[in-house]
């Protein structure tokens, strides 16, 4: 219907801004994310837009995001069998696209769970399972160690937390581990340590 909708912010609430197009305010509901990046009351922002209609409901809400990145992947979640559009928005106001690529990577639908509110445990599994198969071949390589070690809690000491990342990004055991062998700090900073000395070879 609207593929995108753009104008100056005439109002931002906690979870929707209101975009004046032509004399028109459009009452758009979006993550956190969207909306510190659509800037201050009186700037142009443009937003790509979801449709949400539910005759049966009496339903007709507009979903809006910064860009197309979020929009498909708002449009994935929603796609899960019993997760509805809030949800949706209250897990892309809490976890960056990359990080959640990360999860269903790994099957930590924990972190999931934990970011995301009215969520549960049960329904984070459900989104890492039924979209596992259309994350399969996605390059998280670009992944920062700092979102990396955010996520990723595996290991029974710090060394083993930091490999266990370098793991996750796609290094095998032995490199990952020869990586951090002589990596001191914390978890984060031995990520780092082991970045640099994987990419010298």
Same mark, same amino acid.
């Given at each position: ?86 949800? *949706? ?46 994350? &399969? ?38 490199? *990952?581990? &020869? *990586? ?22």
């Amino acid at each position: 219907m609207f593929y995108y909708i753009s104008g100056t912010v005439a109002y931002k609430g906690d979870s929707f801004a209101v975009i004046d197009t032509n004399g028109i305010g459009y009452k758009i509901y979006a993550s956190s994310m969207t909306l510190e990046k659509m800037g201050s009351i009186g700037d142009f922002a443009k937003l790509y837009t979801y449709a949400n209609f539910k005759a049966s409901a009496d339903i007709f809400d507009l979903y809006g995001f910064a860009d197309l990145e979020e929009q498909k992947l708002f449009e994935m979640i929603i796609g899960v069998s019993r997760v509805g559009a809030k949800t *949706a928005i209250a897990l892309l106001s809490n976890i960056s696209p990359s990080k959640f690529a990360l999860c269903v990577v790994t099957n930590d639908y924990k972190y999931i769970a934990s970011k995301t509110p009215g969520l549960g445990a049960k329904g984070a599994e459900r989104i890492v399972l039924e979209l596992k198969d259309k994350f &399969r071949d996605t390059d998280i390589g670009h992944i920062s160690a700092e979102e990396v070690t955010e996520v990723y809690h595996g290991g029974s000491s710090e060394r083993d937390e930091a490999a266990g990342a370098l793991i996750v990004l796609g290094y095998s055991p032995q490199e *990952a581990k &020869r *990586a951090v062998a002589s990596a001191t700090g914390t978890v984060e900073e031995m990520v780092k340590t082991g970045l640099k000395n994987l990419m010298k070879g």
